[in-house]
């Protein structure tokens, strides 16, 4: 048995949990979140608060390991292009900030990559899946994390799952990022949040009452996470997509929508073999699979060829 | 040291190698191809001419593996929808027929995915790459064949790299799959030959001459190229991209205007790192990876699990 400690760094909250993991198991014992800061010296400001909340609950149990999620490209324990907690392209050490907390093994990893661990152990624990997963974060961005045979795939420059930013129409309207019609601005919080005021909720029963621009702003948003099912399902062929953020997972409307779409796909031999929408999962609203995935994530490690799972569910 | 045969069951010719292998290489002892009858007793009836053609060029040297590569779903040692073959829902047992022929152990892969081992040990013998690829087939259909970091990857149904069928353009033509606007249709040597009569060197020198149609086909060919390419790296992040089939192989235009197209994304930090044109290679047009993979694999297994090189490159 040991306990490790998560922080999961995202643009409005920093979320910070304590597991403590056996050899089957694992269980989460405290549970705090602080309000994100923008900026390097907020960032780290509240990275430290995070910790200590939920250190100080744990009284004086040891703590084995800590891992940090966190949004934008990670390289050893730096992170850069964290656009929404306002850093740039200058690399900020958070390995580095957490050794001056803790003297237990410190692990950064990207914050989508993290929640993909604890979403495949989360299906571990509750069925004996999870194994071969891509957890696809509808959040302010559309990004997919993968764990392929048990293994967290980074990738050769740890962009893995990185969807996002793939143009679905070249005529779309221009994107932050310099290009046009991105699969993120139908398919993402932020990309909703951007062409209708209200929740997924309320747009969905719009569209059902007829507004043409729910409608609109409805079917692409569907089409548009049907697509990004299709691509990571079609490209890797993973067992299980989890679909994880507030605007999938606390719609049903939307999830039915989805299942439909994927389903309403022709009766070739080739799609009933695929059956992509047998596949869809949905991460429980209350799990926190970012600060849990970076908790267990530091017991494995996440560069190829260390990640050995000690904890088998 | 040990010898080994490969044989790769294509739509128009079977191609069969005898493969010397040793601890760090490998190197190609004979070659031969015959052509191909569709359905089942076509195929099977091609199967045993091509070992035995490679087979009697070998003399009395002892063979220790054979290993077969066949378009469409791979199960057990057994075939099913090979559409090209004439071979459908009911399968084929090539392994049983392999059998019959030799008493060395005998491994049945899809052709892609051989070919994409076949492109691993390729990169891996030039120049200590390929452990980390996807194989881009560029054929009668688009599929592709992935290898990360060093094992191939067949995913949960065996279905890993299948993107041809990725709709791109909802109000596209109908496609022989029953969908519209699939990639395949855009991106393949078969949706080429439906749209243009005539080489894709002929439509590269055509469209620059400035015939409208060529233009059409050739732009569509360019962007359903870029976007497979682009959703291999962005769904796996795979270290190289190796692009297959006479339709890009043979035709520098081709390969020209699509590096273009893959440079031509703006200049955001996440495309610089994102670097797509910088992992595109192209095998060599007379290089077989299709047999000299199977064959390979036939030392290796591609089951999960059993799948450790042990001919590092």
Redesign the interface.
């Known amino acids: 048995m040991s306990v490790r400690l998560g922080i999961d760094i995202g643009g409005t909250w920093i979320d910070a949990a304590a597991v403590e993991v056996t050899s089957s198991t694992h269980r989460v014992l405290a549970q705090r979140a602080v309000r994100t800061t923008s900026g390097p010296e907020g960032v780290l400001a509240g990275l430290r608060s995070a910790y200590e909340l939920v250190r100080a609950e744990l009284g004086d149990v040891p703590v084995d390991g800590v891992g940090i999620g966190v949004p934008g490209?990670v390289t050893g324990g730096s992170v850069?292009?964290a656009v929404n907690l306002g850093i740039?392209?200058r690399p900020l050490d958070l390995a580095a900030a957490a050794r001056e907390l803790t003297s237990a093994p410190v692990l950064v990893e990207n914050d989508v990559k993290a929640a993909a661990w604890g979403a495949s152990r989360w299906l571990g624990s509750a069925s004996g899946a999870g194994q071969?997963l891509a957890l696809l974060n509808v959040g302010t961005g559309l990004a997919?994390g993968?764990v392929?045979?048990g293994?967290l795939?980074?990738?050769?420059?740890?962009?893995?799952?990185?969807?996002g930013?793939?143009?679905?129409d070249?005529t779309g309207p221009p994107c932050p990022?310099?290009?046009r019609g991105c699969l993120e601005l139908y398919a993402s919080g932020g990309g909703l949040a951007r062409r209708w005021t209200g929740s997924a909720g309320e747009l969905m029963a719009a569209a059902e009452l007829g507004d043409t621009l729910a409608q609109t702003v409805r079917d692409d948003l569907v089409?548009g996470l049907a697509?990004a099912v299709?691509?990571?399902v079609?490209?890797?062929?993973?067992?299980e997509v989890v679909l994880a953020g507030g605007v999938v997972t606390s719609t049903p409307a939307l999830q039915a929508a989805l299942l439909a779409a994927l389903r309403d796909?022709?009766?070739?031999?080739?799609?009933r073999?695929?059956a992509v929408h047998e596949r869809v999962r949905w991460l429980p609203e209350d799990y926190p699979a970012g600060s849990v995935g970076a908790a267990l994530l530091s017991q494995v490690g996440s560069a190829?060829g260390d990640l050995v799972d000690t904890a088998p569910a």
Chains 1, 2 share one sequence.
């Not at 795939?153 to 969807?163: N, T």
């Not at 796909?265 to 799609?271: I, L």
């Open positions: 490209i850069t292009h740039g392209g071969d997919a993968l392929l045979d293994v795939r980074r990738g050769s420059r740890g962009l893995a799952g990185e969807i930013h793939l143009v679905i070249r990022c310099g290009k089409v697509q299709r691509i990571l079609q490209a890797t062929d993973v067992a796909h022709g009766d070739s031999g080739f799609e073999m695929l190829p």
